[in-house]
């Protein structure tokens, strides 16, 4: 038996980096898993790769975020476990952000899983059932450098989200946490080193001595992670945002 045996996943922006990442995670672990995108040539390669069943969506569009939920709960009867994966990283400070900017970081890393949660948390109330929802936040949700404002701003918010309908829901048993990940080594962050801060191709090795564990976070390890607060593994614990970090939060030198 895996940890996820016969439970129903949802991980929204579930087609590349850390979202894939769960995806396989959870299918070793036995779920039925959905997953959804913005790019259907790589969510249907991903799909045809691992079994998952993908779903095209623009998670900016609040009704299509809600909507990735109906499709589960149609197609499965039921949603037992949602991931909150997607993110825009886009850069931008107080002083150069625009409202089109600061609208679009919105839209993607805070109204997107509130309307996703929205309509998990309705079905599965709806049935009396138990279910689990992790919230992929950052350390930036702490403040974060002055390039990603409109980025931290929303994170914070993600996670201000995370308590409150965890301990609105608490008495339903729905579990609701969230992770803030450090730097981690995915496409995506290779693509934005790249086109932000004009990155070579040994920016990793840099990255990593630059670091207490002398490496990057890791996928597979975020996966793992988030497989075992979606699952009974993780008891009772609820409402809690863990540090999924090398930096340690308050400690000064």
Request: with cysteine; aromatic share 6%; hydrophobic share 45%.
């Amino acid at each position: 038996m895996g940890l996820l045996e016969d439970k129903v996943v949802l991980v929204n922006g579930g087609s590349q980096g850390v979202g894939a990442g769960i995806v396989r995670a959870a299918l070793r672990e036995g779920a039925t898993v959905v997953f959804t995108g913005r790019r259907a040539e790589v969510g249907e390669k991903l799909a045809a790769d691992t079994g998952a069943r993908f779903v095209r969506a623009d998670l900016a569009d609040a009704a299509q975020a809600r909507e990735s939920v109906v499709r589960t709960v149609d197609t499965y009867g039921r949603i037992d476990c949602l991931v909150n994966a997607a993110g825009l990283t886009s850069r931008g400070s107080l002083l150069d952000t625009t409202p089109e900017l600061f609208d679009a970081h919105m839209a993607i890393n805070l109204r997107a899983p509130f309307f996703a949660m929205q309509a998990a948390v309705t079905d599965m109330t709806a049935r009396e059932a138990p279910g689990t929802v992790v919230n992929i936040i950052s350390n930036c949700a702490h403040g974060g450098p002055p390039h990603l404002a409109p980025y931290s701003t929303a994170k914070a918010g993600l996670a201000g989200l995370t308590r409150n309908a965890a301990h609105a829901h608490r008495w339903d048993r729905i579990r609701i946490n969230g992770l803030n990940i450090g730097w981690t080594d995915t496409e995506g962050e290779d693509a934005t080193q790249r086109a932000f801060h004009d990155a070579g191709d040994d920016w990793r090795e840099k990255a990593a001595a630059g670091l207490p564990m002398g490496r990057l976070g890791q996928v597979d390890e975020i996966a793992d992670f988030v497989v075992l607060l979606l699952s009974d593994r993780s008891g009772v614990v609820t409402g809690s945002v863990i540090d999924w970090d090398q930096t340690v939060f308050g400690g000064l030198d």
